[in-house]
């Protein structure tokens, strides 16, 4: 995955809670075989509405979903954050999401950012009323700023993840780290053992 250390762009706001996972990508969409190509699914039922907050010009090219509490509820499909970012979006704000959906997010670089409620509330309205409001995520020190509204919050990210977004690092990527001690590992194994391919 891509290294993210901060993330300048506009949003669009999801005014919806309880938004889960078969919302975000209807298991219509989970046939497909590659990890590719769901942005086109993403909220598919919908868009099927003219007025869905996805289909308003105004927030073409957004990179930033600001939604309503408890995102990503449901199944733990790993596709919705696939389609999430698919479409285009680095980051969503929420007051919550639920565990497995943002455990998901961060192990692709999906940046899902917990703010108090009245806070979204608060960027929710301001980019209703302004879709070219900015929003800064900056990962390095753990803070949103709006500078439109004089708005600068904390939130909270353990390190391990925070290591993981800067440096771009992916599961494997991870694994990738400590090839050394694998091989060393393997290496001094009997040989009667089964051993990995090289």
Request: with cysteine; charged share 25%; glycine share 8%.
């Amino acid at each position: 995955m891509e290294a993210v250390s901060e993330i300048i762009a506009r949003a669009v706001p999801l005014d919806r809670s309880d938004v889960d996972t078969d919302q975000i990508i209807p298991s219509d969409w989970l046939k497909r075989v590659e990890r590719t190509g769901f942005g086109a699914g993403l909220f598919s039922e919908w868009r099927e509405r003219s007025d869905f907050v996805l289909n308003q010009s105004r927030y073409e090219g957004a990179h930033i979903l600001v939604a309503g509490p408890n995102f990503g509820t449901g199944s733990s499909r790993e596709h919705a954050p696939w389609a999430l970012q698919d479409y285009g979006f680095r980051a969503i704000i929420s007051p919550r999401f639920a565990d497995i959906f943002r455990n998901n997010c961060l192990k692709i670089g999906l940046v899902p950012v917990t703010l108090p409620q009245p806070v979204v509330t608060r960027i929710m309205r301001a980019i209703e009323d302004d879709a070219s409001l900015e929003i800064v995520i900056d990962v390095v020190d753990r803070r949103v700023a709006v500078p439109a509204l004089d708005l600068d919050e904390p939130f909270e990210l353990d390190d391990h993840t925070h290591h993981r977004l800067l440096n771009g690092l992916d599961d494997i990527g991870l694994t990738e780290q400590r090839a050394d001690e694998i091989s060393g590992y393997e290496g001094g194994r009997p040989s009667f053992m089964p051993t990995a391919p090289a």
